[in-house]
């Protein structure tokens, strides 16, 4: 099966930024959709952003667009999300996740292959 290993969260200041990666290991990450979620301390799961397996669809939370991108690098078989003028409530445990590619893609359903998570915590 396809396995996805998060790294790259920590503790930044409000204002700053920081980039998760997903690295992937088995399969190749260009034949899958690609979605980032979140959980922050007592709330549910929160789709984040996601990227098609062609590269050609992407679609965000409201809450977060225009300040965090997605991305993929197929020489390196990891994704991204690249996280800018970061705000207290984005402090949560963020997963990416995965699924075979389709058409488009979805920050709600659909996704098979989870990571483990890493920690965000955006505090003064």
């Known amino acids: 099966q396809l396995q996805l290993v998060e790294s790259g969260g920590g503790l930044v200041q409000p204002g700053g930024s920081l980039r998760l990666s997903c690295a992937a290991s088995r399969f190749s990450l260009d034949a899958y959709n690609i979605g980032w979620f979140r959980q922050a301390p007592g709330k549910g799961r929160e789709g984040v952003a996601c990227?098609?397996?062609?590269?050609?669809?992407?679609n965000y939370a409201d809450s977060v667009k225009g300040r965090f991108t997605i991305s993929r690098d197929n020489a390196k078989n990891t994704a991204y999300l690249q996280m800018n003028s970061l705000k207290p409530e984005d402090t949560a445990i963020y997963y990416c996740a995965a699924r075979t590619a389709v058409l488009g893609c979805s920050i709600h359903a659909g996704y098979v292959y989870w990571g483990q998570g890493t920690q965000v915590t955006v505090s003064s």
């Open positions: 990227l098609s397996g062609g590269g050609r669809s992407t």
